[in-house]
């Protein structure tokens, strides 16, 4: 639980949510969803994961679908960390 808690702390930093990540839980959509989550803002949360975390992503890591929703990132940022 603490990794999904730090994905949306990550996610309200980076994006400016002004809180509204409060009412994130799993099943949350992200990506066209979330206004903010441009493409731009994808890199800056893949750089804010790798630093936050202390591992690499590397580009062909990343698709789409790992940012569908929180439950998709929180389990992306999960395999990372028991790799």
């Known amino acids: 639980m603490e990794v999904q808690a730090d ?3 990550i996610l309200e ?5 002004g809180g509204r990540s ?3 839980g799993p099943d949350t959509a992200l990506l066209g969803s979330v ?9 800056t949360v893949i750089t804010s994961l790798e630093e936050h975390f202390g591992f690499v992503i ?3 890591e990343i698709e789409g679908s790992t940012f569908a929703t ?7 940022v999960n ?3 028991h790799v």
């Open 7 to 9: 994905v949306i702390n």
């Open 58 to 60: 590397e580009d062909d």
């Open 35 to 43: 206004p903010e989550l441009d493409s731009m803002a994808v890199a």
């Open 70 to 76: 929180v439950r998709s990132l929180v389990d992306f």
């Open 13 to 17: 930093r980076v994006l400016n949510l």
């Open 22 to 24: 409060s009412g994130f």
């Open 79 to 81: 395999g990372k960390l």
